[in-house]
Structures are given as C-alpha cells and as structure tokens.
C-alpha cells in the first residue's frame, strides 16, 4: 500500500570529525557501503562500515547506516544500540526515525513515541514521521491523538493511501463506521483494488447495516486473495445478516477448509447452522471450538442457548454464568466489593441486591424470583432500569427499588445480577415459578385515566381492544430477526378491533406508516411501564412480536398473543404454542421460510375466533 518511505540515501550527509584524513576516508567507505546495502549486498556493506568506524569510529552516517542494516537484518537490539549512538551525538530526524522504528519493533511502544515526537518536533513537514508518530500513538492506545498524527499525513501528503487507511482502521475502533467509512472510500480511491482496503471498508459497510454492500466489497476482496481464510469467513458474516444461512454455511467451510482452527469461523458456522435449526451440529461445532481453545468464552455462552431453547436448563443456566468472564462481563455490571451470591448458602438476615443488567423484557421475566430470595428471610434492594423503577417498586418482596444509575447504592451484603437468578434457584424447565400475575397491581387511578383517553379517541361503541406491538430495540443483537416491520401486521386491521399502538420510539417508515393506518397512537403518554401496564390494563388482548411489553403483558397475566421469528430467544423454546413462564401467553411462530405474513395470517384466523374474553 502506498505510504511514505524514507529514502534510501538518508544515510548520506556531512561528517562530524576534526580530522580531514580519517574524515575523507570515512566517508568514502561510507558511500560504498551505501550503495552495497542499494544493491542488496549487505555483508559488503557492513564490511565498508566496519572499515569507515576504523578509520573514525564516531563516523554518524556509519553509525546510522549500521542501524540500518541491523534493522533490515531484524536485529533491533543492535539497530537501537547504532542509531542511539548516532543520536547521542547529533539529533536529526533520519537517526531518531530509525531508533523509533527499531525501539517499535522491540515492542518498546512509549521510547519509539518519544523519538518520533521528537522528529516531528524538528521537521514538522515530514510526513514519514508524522505516521509513525500516529503508529507509535495507536500502538500506545491513544486512539484520538494518532488520528491527529495520521490527519498531519494526509494535510502534508494527500495522496498517501495508508494514512487514510489507518484513519478508516482507527475510526472503526473507535465505533465511528460513518466517519472510517469515508476514510476507506478515500483509501480505495488513492488505492483501488486492494483487499484489505476492501474487506475494511466491508466492516464499515457491516457496522451500518448495509449488508448487501458489505457483501459486494467482501466478494472483491476475496477475489483479489482467495486464499484468505479471513475473506471466505467475512462473506459467510454478511450472508448470515441478510438470513441467507443456507448460503453461509459452505464460506465458512472455504474458511475452515484453508484454516481449519480459525475459531471465528467455526462459531459463526455454529451460529448458522443454529439459524436453520440444525441444532444439534451447532452444538457439535461449539464443542469443536471448546476442544481447540478450551477457555473460549463466546462458543460456551453460545451454546447455553441451544441448551436452555431445548429445555436443558440445568446446563444452561450453569454455562451462561461464563458472562462473569472479564471479556463478557456486562459492561453495566458494577464491580462490588461484596460477594455475588449464586445459589450457594444462606441468606436469611442478609441484604442482597438484585442488579438488572440486561433488557427490560429479562428484568421483567425474572423479576418473578425477588419475593423467592425475600422468602428465605432476605432483605432484597432492587436496582433496575429507571423506566421500570416506579413499577417495580410495589413488587411483592422488594424491600426497596432504586434506580440502577444513582450514584450511591444503599449498603448490602451481597449482590447477584437478576439473570443469574434462575441459576441461583436451580431452576428447571418443570420448576419455572409461572403464578401471574406477578406485577404489582396497577394503580387504578391510572387505569381509569386511560379508559377515559381511549373512549375519547374510540366512542362509546365498545368493541375488543388489541394492543399491537411490532419491534424491539434495534440496537438488540438479534432485533434483525425478531422485528417485523408494521406493513406486514396491516392484515390485521380490517379483523373487527380496535388495534392500539404500544410500539414506542418507532422507526421513521413505520411512524409515518402508522399515520396513515386506523391504528390509535397514544404512546406519547407511555412515560414509564407503569403507565404501559394501565394501559394494558384496558385492552382486551395484546400481539406481540418478542419485546419487554410481550414480559410486561404475561407477567401482568393479561391475554397476550406473542409472534416469534424461526429461532427464537431461548425462553420461548421450540415447537411448542404455550409459554411456560407466561400461562396467559399463547405463541405464534414463523415457519423455515421466515415469513412475518405467514404468522400474521394465522394470528388473522385466530382473531376471527376471538370473543374479547380471550
């Protein structure tokens, strides 16, 4: 890729001597070994040093050229041992750049950045030392102050590819793919047809959800290097996010085929062999990867799903604990002084808090399991999200409910994440504690405030209220699968009902869809799940796809019809239309042609059935 490089006759330049003779005589060699090291002939050229230092032994273009030569023979302790002599006698900005580059190699990170910065301090203009000054910084962690070495580059040396390359690289670190995409596009201008250029802006294109042009740019990569495992790997990735699995699966093979341990490959192989429900060979490949890199983190939580999906909850819920993992922690998880409680020994007289660190739908679900740990003579303070704060407060059990954010929580003894709880409990798929309603009860206040908002907006003339939810959180890792846009539920609305919204934040497209449509929008005045769950209150029946008001509706015991994408979330289990988390719950679910019109249509016939009273 093209970047600056330094010249090869950098070596040359005045002497430093008092004595012309040995001067003159130094600096002959010195060219000759110069032109030696030109011409690939390195034992010559270190021999003409050799000569030039016995001539004058603090020769500094010999001294320099011997730093060279020992850093193009891989010798870096000697190459930092020649070019530091070199600069201890006379700073220049060719001495200092070849005790970075060798002090780089050395993994010495910090003593490279100060010779590099001392270069640019004295030839400002010099581009080679600007970028490896930025490399210096990146390889120091200083991703924002490298980004501003690699910016010098390009103002002093616009046509420099790698240094837009290393913006774009950096960018995409740094969660910025907007910004490193045109970086890449730059890359690719100055340097078309390179594959790493290629398969980098493809991660960028990846990060923004543009799949189909991640695929295209990962294809010319792997066209330009066939033989990359890495490439083969990248267009299985995108061909997985477009719910191609069929046609991932044999790029993932290629990968393994060239690489048959690259990990990655086999896990992402497992993920898509468990999107078309080959389960048991998903299950296979992670063990493959257990057996090859024992302590990998993502194959074991991976497979804690297949295992809790098919009702393995004993193994399950034991391998989701490797979230604890210092990779895997959750981010929003605090690091407590005092010891998690998993289950072992206890608690009675003790204080416990309960963390929520998940989604609001699991907070919801295994909100269940709090009067549990009160019943065994816990005192339990409940940290959660601060939407679901003001209704979890009046949950049976909970000594006190705080927002998870405030900045001080209240003393206890002992913590524990509410996901672990199931875990903690030893539950099993014929011990789930289903009893609902579990929420607490609606403030009737509220409930009444709604009824008289709906009867505003519907009249008098009472017909079954339907809640209608049709997408989660699209910042949820799987939300690809388990929303549906709200054109595929407009089915539904010519069925009799009255459709209320209970779909928050919707996306532009459904927002200005939802407009048009018959369906009452009253979701300005969901200010918390409080009021969702008075407003619930008031509906005859709630469809869901898999979101925290599908948890909300069956934890509050309400009739609640959930739709569910090919391979769902591991509560739902498989094959089955009953919950048994949710009694009140009832599940429709898409077929191998994940098809959302196909599930709408047999919520369509049920509704045709349905009386209002369930």
């Not at 049920?606 to 009273?613: K, V």
């Amino acid at each position: 890729m093209d970047r600056p490089e330094r010249r090869a006759d950098d070596a040359q330049g005045s002497n430093q001597t008092s004595n012309q003779c040995s001067d003159t005589s130094a600096a002959s060699f010195c060219d000759a070994g110069i032109h030696h090291m030109q011409a690939g002939r390195h034992l010559e050229a270190q021999l003409c040093c050799r000569q030039a230092l016995a001539a004058d032994p603090d020769h500094l273009e010999t001294l320099h050229l011997m730093g060279l030569l020992s850093l193009q023979a891989r010798q870096y302790d000697h190459a930092i041992a020649w070019t530091a002599r070199a600069n201890q006698q006379d700073l220049k900005t060719d001495y200092l750049h070849s005790l970075g580059t060798a002090l780089e190699q050395q993994g010495l990170h910090q003593e490279a950045f100060k010779a590099f910065d001392s270069g640019v301090q004295l030839k400002p203009a010099d581009a080679e030392l600007w970028f490896s000054h930025g490399n210096a910084l990146a390889n120091l962690g200083r991703p924002a102050d490298a980004l501003a070495s690699y910016e010098r580059v390009c103002a002093l040396r616009p046509e420099v590819a790698d240094a837009a390359f290393r913006r774009g690289l950096l960018l995409l670190a740094l969660k910025r793919p907007e910004e490193a995409l045109s970086w890449f596009n730059r890359a690719d201008e100055l340097f078309p047809n390179h594959a790493s250029i290629l398969a980098q802006r493809a991660l960028a294109l990846h990060e923004l959800r543009r799949f189909e042009e991640a695929l295209a740019d990962n294809r010319r990569a792997h066209a330009l290097n066939p033989d990359s495992a890495e490439f083969c790997n990248n267009i299985g990735a995108c061909l997985q996010w477009l719910r191609r699995d069929d046609e991932a699966l044999p790029w993932f093979d290629k990968a393994l085929g060239l690489q048959p341990a690259f990990v990655r490959a086999l896990i992402n192989k497992a993920s898509s062999l468990f999107q078309i429900r080959r389960i048991d060979e998903a299950a296979a490949v992670y063990r493959q990867v257990q057996a090859i890199d024992p302590g990998n983190a993502d194959a074991e939580w991976n497979l804690s799903f297949l295992q809790l999906l098919t009702g393995d909850f004993e193994a399950g819920w034991a391998a989701r604990e490797v979230r604890w993992n210092a990779h895997m922690r959750p981010a929003n998880y605090p690091h407590f002084a005092a010891p998690m409680w998993r289950g072992e020994g206890g608690i009675e007289g003790k204080t416990i808090l309960v963390f929520a660190d998940e989604g609001f739908g699991d907070t919801i679900q295994y909100a269940r399991y709090v009067p549990m740990l009160a019943a065994r003579g816990a005192r339990v303070i409940l940290a959660v999200q601060e939407a679901l704060q003001p209704l979890l407060s009046g949950l049976a059990g909970v000594a006190q409910c705080v927002p998870r954010s405030m900045p001080s929580l209240p003393a206890f003894d002992m913590h524990c994440s509410i996901c672990s709880l199931p875990h903690a409990f030893g539950t099993r798929l014929d011990s789930i504690p289903a009893a609902t309603p579990y929420m607490p009860a609606t403030p009737q206040e509220r409930v009444q405030a709604w009824e008289v908002r709906l009867r505003e907006r519907l009249g008098a003339d009472r017909k079954p209220r339907i809640g209608l939810t049709w997408a989660g959180n699209p910042q949820q890792a799987n939300d690809h699968n388990r929303s549906a846009p709200l054109r595929s539920m407009l089915r539904l609305l010519d069925t009799g009902f009255d459709f209320i919204s209970l779909q928050k934040a919707a996306k532009p497209d459904d927002k200005a869809l939802l407009e048009q449509t018959d369906i009452v929008d009253l979701t300005a005045h969901l200010t918390d799940f409080t009021e969702t769950a008075a407003l619930a209150s008031c509906l005859d029946l709630v469809i869901s796809v898999d979101t925290s008001v599908a948890h909300l509706c069956g934890a509050l015991g309400r009739p609640t019809w959930v739709l569910l994408s090919y391979v769902p979330d591991h509560r739902w289990l498989l094959d089955r239309d009953d919950c048994p988390w949710y009694p009140t719950a009832r599940l429709f679910r898409q077929s191998a042609a994940r098809d959302w019109t196909e599930v709408v249509e047999n919520v369509r016939r049920e509704l045709a059935r349905f009386d209002g009273r369930r």
